[in-house]
T-cell receptor, first 113, second 112 residues
């Protein structure tokens, strides 16, 4: 158990709908990362929070994507107007201080039909 | 550009054999991670390599890091079927930030 929980584990949605995923790290994880992994590829960095501050966003994160971590604890990733190309596994990772390893949650698999 | 390349991308081998997966990266870093991923599952941390010359072993797997050559290897000794999975290396190019760049993965199949 890495201490990082993601919900839901699976989501099937119709194209054009909005979806929201949640990530709950343990309280010691002041750093939180979102990655996206498409089939047959390695994960790609999306965004990073230090406590409640979103410090970096990848160019992969189009304006249809938004992530929040309002109280520096759980985080949400919302995708608006989903497209088939958004189908992927969305992975959250939580970490403590810099130079310590971040640990991945179980992931949310999104299928857009 | 920050790039991480693994080879081979696919590897089919027999139980009992030895093999090595290679991970090359484009720019200086002394932080490299190896992960295992089973189908439909998330990433399981295998090794964290934090300095040049680092070598770590767990069971039949051994990982090493040569920062001067920008190369890491994952060596499998006397493979068993349970090691069948996809293996990823990932590099932290911004020291300690854990913003990882992953390789494409090596899909390993071990046949009885």
């Amino acid at each position: 158990d890495t201490g990082v929980s993601q919900d839901p584990r699976h989501k099937i949605t119709k194209r054009g709908q909005n979806v929201t995923f949640r990530c709950d790290p343990i309280s010691e994880h002041n750093r939180l990362y979102w990655y996206r992994q498409t089939l047959g590829q390695g994960p790609e960095f999306l965004t990073y929070f230090q406590n409640e501050a979103q410090l970096e966003k990848s160019r992969l994160l189009s304006d249809r994507f938004s992530a929040e971590r309002p109280k520096g604890s759980f985080s949400t990733l919302e995708i608006q107007r989903t497209e088939q190309g958004d189908s992927a596994m969305y992975l959250c990772a939580g970490g403590g201080s810099l130079n310590t390893e971040a640990f991945f949650g179980q992931g949310t698999r999104l299928t857009v039909v | 550009e920050l790039k991480v390349e693994q080879n081979p991308l696919f590897l089919s081998m027999q139980e009992g054999k030895n093999y090595t997966i290679y991970c090359n990266y484009s720019t200086t870093s002394d932080r490299l991670y190896w992960y295992r991923q089973d189908p439909g599952k998330s990433l399981e941390s295998l090794f964290v390599l934090l300095s040049n010359g680092a070598v770590k072993q767990e069971g039949r797997l051994m990982a090493s890091l040569d920062t001067k050559a920008r190369l890491s290897t994952l060596h499998i000794t006397a493979a068993v079927h349970d090691l069948s999975a996809t293996y990823f290396c990932a590099v932290d190019f911004i020291q300690g930030a854990q913003k990882l760049v992953f390789g494409q993965g090596t899909r390993l199949t071990i046949n009885p």
